[in-house]
């Protein structure tokens, strides 16, 4: 059974929620060493028998100041509940974050939010977490008033695997670079992707291959490059296997990145539903063929691969 989580869209929360060990952050991706942190937080919570709550933000406050920051979300907040519910957590405030909630001062964010709302009894925060205005408040600050208002914070220790600390900036650095494998091993799960599939000019199906087209919207983009994945309609939870194109289709002297999804036994017409990438394996980079019939031997040979990691 899926345990159920309450979502709140600020920090007026129940009542029930209230005097709580909070986790805060944009905790992008839920990679291993945040899972980790949850993991210490559950004994806090069995110890002392009270809730977790987790408070994130929406837009991860880096894509807010910096406007052209477009692609950079590791996991959308779908993805990140699933986890959620796997890690006990027992509340998410998913706090919308505009000018007006940036501008808050970082004592009043202590005194009003924290403690005025939601009642904190633990905090764990990260040594590069700020917030209030100007990112005035940190960890230091929030060590300094915890006798005053009675709370207690747990300063998490990053977690360092072969000398690199496990981030949401390496995972990024990874996918990038086309080390995917390494990225779902520190992910503790296949990087995924969800969008509505766009009806596109069906170029894939004039040469045989039909696929489902979804914008990248705000993810962080990839290596450019042919993946084996693993795909789901968000309406019936099936799972099939296929194989997508991240790219811009060089062949077809296109400019706009797309994610192309060729789904193994699958003809049915499904623009405008929600499905679910998973990504398996890399397979090759994008490159620019000569003709279209180069190009359709070679997504032979890539599906004959992608069906091997399947």
């Given at each position: 059974?899926?345990?159920?989580?309450?979502?709140?869209?600020?920090?007026?929360?129940?009542?029930?929620?209230?005097?709580?060990?909070?986790?805060?952050?944009?905790?992008?991706?839920?990679?291993?060493?945040?899972?980790?942190?949850?993991?210490?937080?559950k004994k806090l919570k069995i110890k002392k028998k009270i809730k977790i709550g987790v408070y994130t933000f929406d837009?991860?406050?880096?894509?807010?100041?910096?406007?052209?920051?477009?692609?950079?979300?590791?996991?959308?907040?779908n993805e990140k509940i699933k986890i959620f519910q796997k890690l006990d957590v027992d509340f998410v405030i998913n706090?919308?974050?505009?000018?007006?909630?940036?501008?808050?001062?970082?004592?009043?964010?202590?005194?009003?939010?924290?403690?005025?709302?939601?009642?904190?009894?633990?905090?764990?925060?990260?040594?590069?977490?700020?917030?209030?205005?100007?990112?005035?408040?940190?960890?230091?600050?929030?060590?300094?008033?915890?006798?005053?208002?009675?709370?207690?914070?747990?300063?998490?220790?990053?977690?360092?695997?072969?000398?690199?600390?496990?981030?949401?900036?390496?995972?990024?650095?990874?996918?990038?670079?086309?080390?995917?494998?390494?990225?779902?091993?520190?992910?503790?799960?296949?990087?995924?992707?969800?969008?509505?599939?766009?009806?596109?000019?069906?170029?894939?199906?004039?040469?045989?291959?039909?696929?489902?087209?979804?914008?990248?919207?705000?993810?962080?983009?990839?290596?450019?490059?042919?993946?084996?994945?693993?795909?789901?309609?968000?309406?019936?939870?099936?799972?099939?296997?296929?194989?997508?194109?991240?790219?811009?289709?060089?062949?077809?002297?296109?400019?706009?990145?797309?994610?192309?999804?060729?789904?193994?036994?699958?003809?049915?017409?499904?623009?405008?539903?929600?499905?679910?990438?998973?990504?398996?394996?890399?397979?090759?980079?994008?490159?620019?063929?000569?003709?279209?019939?180069?190009?359709?031997?070679?997504?032979?040979?890539?599906?004959?691969?992608?069906?091997?990691?399947?």
């Amino acid at each position: 059974m899926v345990k159920k989580i309450n979502l709140y869209k600020n920090y007026n929360i129940k009542k029930s929620d209230k005097g709580s060990i909070i986790l805060i952050g944009s905790f992008d991706g839920l990679h291993i060493g945040h899972r980790k942190l949850f993991e210490r937080a559950k004994k806090l919570k069995i110890k002392k028998k009270i809730k977790i709550g987790v408070y994130t933000f929406d837009p991860i406050p880096k894509m807010f100041f910096s406007k052209n920051l477009k692609n950079y979300r590791i996991s959308n907040l779908n993805e990140k509940i699933k986890i959620f519910q796997k890690l006990d957590v027992d509340f998410v405030i998913n706090q919308k974050f505009n000018r007006k909630f940036s501008k808050i001062q970082c004592h009043d964010f202590i005194k009003k939010i924290l403690i005025g709302k939601i009642g904190m009894k633990y905090i764990y925060a990260s040594n590069n977490f700020k917030f209030g205005n100007k990112r005035e408040g940190d960890v230091k600050l929030l060590q300094n008033q915890q006798k005053k208002y009675n709370y207690k914070v747990i300063k998490p220790s990053p977690l360092i695997i072969k000398n690199k600390m496990i981030s949401s900036s390496l995972i990024r650095k990874l996918l990038q670079e086309g080390e995917l494998d390494t990225a779902n091993k520190y992910l503790k799960r296949l990087w995924t992707v969800e969008g509505v599939i766009k009806k596109g000019r069906q170029l894939g199906k004039t040469i045989g291959f039909p696929t489902c087209n979804i914008e990248m919207q705000n993810y962080v983009i990839a290596k450019l490059g042919v993946y084996a994945v693993k795909v789901s309609l968000m309406t019936n939870k099936k799972n099939y296997k296929g194989i997508a194109n991240l790219g811009i289709r060089p062949t077809f002297n296109k400019k706009k990145i797309l994610l192309e999804v060729n789904i193994f036994n699958f003809n049915k017409t499904i623009y405008g539903k929600r499905i679910r990438v998973e990504f398996v394996k890399f397979i090759r980079g994008e490159k620019k063929f000569k003709n279209i019939s180069s190009l359709r031997k070679q997504i032979k040979l890539d599906i004959n691969k992608a069906k091997k990691f399947n």
